[in-house]
C-alpha cells in the first residue's frame, strides 16, 4: 500500500512549511545531485564503458528530471528523459549480460550479448550521445533551475496531495490486464514521484513510509521490465536461453499485476489523504 498523505506525524495539518533553512537543504540537495551527474558523464569519455558509472549517470539523469518536473520546468525535464533514453540499450545489454551469466548460460549467448554490447558502445560513442548529455547537463544549472522561495513552500505544502492524484491518475490509465507499455508508464511515474519524495525528505514535507513504500513498488515493476526486455532481446538475438526466459517473463509480470492490483481499484480507496 502506497500513502501518499501530505505531511508527516509530528506536523500538524495545515502547518507552515518549513524555514528558510529547509528549503536551502533541498536546494543543496539537488545542487549535489547535479554535481555527481556532471561527474558521471565526464567519467564515460570512450569505450568500453563501466557499467556502475553508465547506471549511476541514468539514475542521476532520472533525479535532476524529477526535480525539474517538481520545479514546473517541462522542457528541461523532457532534454534530461532524451538523454537517459540515449542509453538505455547500453543498460539493458550490460544487464542482461550479467543476468545470463548469474543464470550459467551457453557461451554462445554470452557471446552474442556481450558482441551486441560492445556494437552499442561503439554506437553511443559514434553518435556523441555522452557529449550531448554533459552538453544538457552544462545547460542546466541550478540558477536556472531555481524557482522563489514562495513557489518551493508551495509546491511543498501540497506535496502528498499533487503525488496522490498522479498515481491516482496512473493507475486509472491501466486495463484489466496491464500491458508492458501501460506497466513501463506507471514505472516511470513512480519514480519521479519517489525522487522527489526522497529530495523533500530533510525539509519536512517528504516522508520516509511513502519512499520506503514507493521504492518496493518500483523494484517489482522495475523486475518485470527487465525481465521483459531480456525476453525481447533473447529473441531478436536468437539466444537459446530465449524459452527459459520466456517463463522468467511471465513470473515476473503475475507479481508486477498484482501489486498493482494491491493499490486499486480504487486507486482513491488505498491513497490516503488528509
Known sequence: MVD???????????????SAAGLETLEKRVAAYRARTVAYACALRKPPFRPETVHRLRTHLRRLQAYAEFLDRPRTA???????????????????????????????????????????????????????????????????????????????????RDHADRLTEALSELSAQPTRKELHRL?????????????????????????????????????????????????????????????EYRRYWKRARVAVLRLGPPAARVIRRR
Open 78 to 160: 523532457k532534454r534530461l528523459a532524451r538523454c537517459v533514453s540515449g542509453l538505455s540499450r547500453l543498460r539493458a545489454l550490460s544487464v542482461f549480460h550479467r543476468y545470463l551469466r548469474s543464470l550459467g548460460a551457453p557461451a554462445g549467448d554470452l557471446r552474442r550479448v556481450r558482441e551486441a554490447l560492445r556494437e552499442e558502445e561503439r554506437l553511443v560513442a559514434r553518435e556523441d550521445r555522452l557529449e550531448a548529455i554533459r552538453s544538457v547537463l552544462a545547460g542546466t544549472t541550478m540558477a536556472r533551475l531555481r524557482r522563489p522561495r514562495r513557489f518551493l513552500a508551495g509546491r511543498l505544502a501540497s506535496l502528498g
Open 187 to 247: 514505472r516511470l511515474v513512480v519514480k519521479s514521484i519517489r525522487y522527489q519524495e526522497e529530495a523533500a525528505l530533510e525539509t519536512g514535507w517528504g516522508r520516509p513510509q511513502r519512499v520506503a513504500a514507493l521504492k518496493q513498488l518500483q523494484k517489482v515493476l522495475g523486475g518485470y521490465c527487465d525481465r521483459d526486455q531480456f525476453r525481447r532481446l533473447a529473441k531478436k538475438l536468437g539466444l537459446a536461453s530465449r524459452e527459459a526466459l520466456k517463463k
Open 4 to 18: 501518499t498523505r501530505s505531511g508527516g506525524s509530528s506536523r500538524a495539518a495545515g502547518a507552515a512549511p518549513d
